[in-house]
């Protein structure tokens, strides 16, 4: 019996945070692409259709994760891909005390499937990944 492994793509302008998190993933038996910001993800996106994304929020601008997952959900050079998980995985909190007050649906954004605070818990990332990919 062959099993495909699912391929995730992690999407953050950190070279140190996409490097341990290829490594935390990659020893769960996934597949890993990566991308340092949103042009990259685009065309990561688009080219090899990841099963699951993990999404920075802030990267070149401060809503860059808000703006790429409402595209996902909504562009249609993304229609073969808008239904794909995503999982924000940010910093906001440590950075500012709290998450953003910004509500997605307020600005007429669509939000992500999920959100993880930074630094990531290995075993609960995991965890949620299993989740979203079982559904």
């Known amino acids: 019996m062959i099993t495909t ?8 302008d950190d ?3 996409r490097a ?9 038996s996934y597949e890993v692409v990566t991308a340092a910001n949103i042009e990259e993800a685009t065309q990561r996106i688009l080219a090899e259709r990841p ?16 703006s790429l997952c409402h595209a996902i959900r909504n562009e249609d050079k993304f229609a073969a891909v808008r239904t794909t998980p995503i999982i924000f995985v940010s910093a906001v909190r440590r950075i500012a005390g709290s998450r953003f007050g910004f509500k997605s649906e307020d600005q007429g ?4 499937d999920d ?3 930074k630094p990531v ?10 989740k979203y990919l079982a559904k």
Not at 109 to 112: A, D, K, R, T, Y
Not at 121 to 130: F, G, M, S, V
């Open 20 to 28: 341990a998190m290829t490594t935390i993933l990659e020893s769960a």
């Open 109 to 112: 954004l669509i939000g992500p």
């Open 121 to 130: 818990d290995p075993k609960d990332l995991l965890a949620r990944i299993e």
């Open 115 to 117: 959100y993880i605070d």
């Open 5 to 12: 492994r699912a391929k995730l793509l992690v999407v953050d």
């Open 51 to 66: 099963d699951l994304i993990l999404l920075d929020i802030m990267m070149d601008s401060l809503f860059d994760g808000y």
């Open 15 to 17: 070279a140190d945070f």
